[in-house]
T-cell receptor, first 112, second 111 residues
Framework: DQQVKQNSPSLSVQEGRISILNCDYT??????FLWYKKYPAEGPTFLIS?????DKNEDGRFTVFLNKSAKHLSLHIVPSQPGDSAVYFC???????????FGSGTRLQVQP | NAGVTQTPKFRVLKTGQSMTLLCAQD?????MYWYRQDPGMGLRLIHY???????AKGEVPDGYNVSRLKKQNFLLGLESAAPSQTSVYFC??????????FGPGTRLTVL
């Protein structure tokens, strides 16, 4: 049973437009969430995180929104650039437990 | 700083063979992790360590063993490889719970 789900395996957007990647979770004990970006043949790299006490966190072109009641978070990339083309993983964690639970990833393709 | 490095990058094994994957980090991180990534399943935690000399089981520990004899190294062992262990293996380290730094991965094929 997947506790973190990314239901869209892929997403294609035009350069300059907004990319919205979605993630749903089922475990109400999760209290922090992260997004990782992964290029082919490389390890995932940390992108942005959000604590459950917030509903929004922004870092440059990247914004993560958290809706705790819906157990849903999303990553917005504005404006999208071709270099953003990668696989994006959503991850969730619970304070006190060392492990992160990852979603299956969404492949983003930004068309020039 | 090299960050997190993994050795080897690629390996092909026959069923029943054994091997050890090495992870090294130079960031003085306490926590280290081993994940496997399979198509459509994201990253799943195999084992982790919260400090030198300690290890703990993750989500999918069966068929693997680990050791953390030195703070900077975390070894993942396969005693008797099976085709189901064909995967890409990622090591990660972190200072605290947030912000895990990942290595480049090891692609393992078991025939």
């Amino acid at each position: 049973d997947q506790q973190v789900k990314q239901n869209s395996p892929s997403l294609s957007v035009q350069e300059g437009r907004i990319s919205i990647l979605n993630c749903d979770y089922t475990n109400s004990m999760f209290d922090y969430f992260l997004w990782y970006k992964k290029y082919p043949a490389e390890g995932p790299t940390f992108l942005i995180s959000i604590s459950s006490i917030k509903d929004k966190n922004e870092d440059g072109r990247f914004t993560v929104f958290l809706n705790k009641s819906a157990k849903h978070l999303s990553l917005h990339i504005v404006p999208s650039q071709p270099g953003d083309s990668a696989v994006y993983f959503c991850a969730a964690g619970e304070t006190g437990r060392r492990a992160l639970t990852f979603g299956s990833g969404t492949r983003l393709q930004v068309q020039p | 700083n090299a960050g997190v490095t993994q050795t080897p990058k690629f390996r092909v094994l026959k069923t029943g063979q054994s091997m050890t994957l090495l992870c090294a980090q130079d960031m003085n991180h306490e926590y280290m992790y081993w994940y496997r990534q399979d198509p459509g399943m994201g990253l799943r935690l195999i084992h982790y360590s919260v400090g030198e000399g300690t290890t703990a089981k993750g989500e999918v520990p069966d068929g693997y063993n680990v050791s953390r004899l030195k703070k900077q190294n975390f070894l993942l062992g396969l005693e008797s490889a099976a085709p189901s262990q064909t995967s890409v293996y990622f090591c990660a380290s972190s200072l605290a719970e947030l912000g895990q730094f990942f290595g480049p991965g090891t692609r393992l094929t078991v025939l």
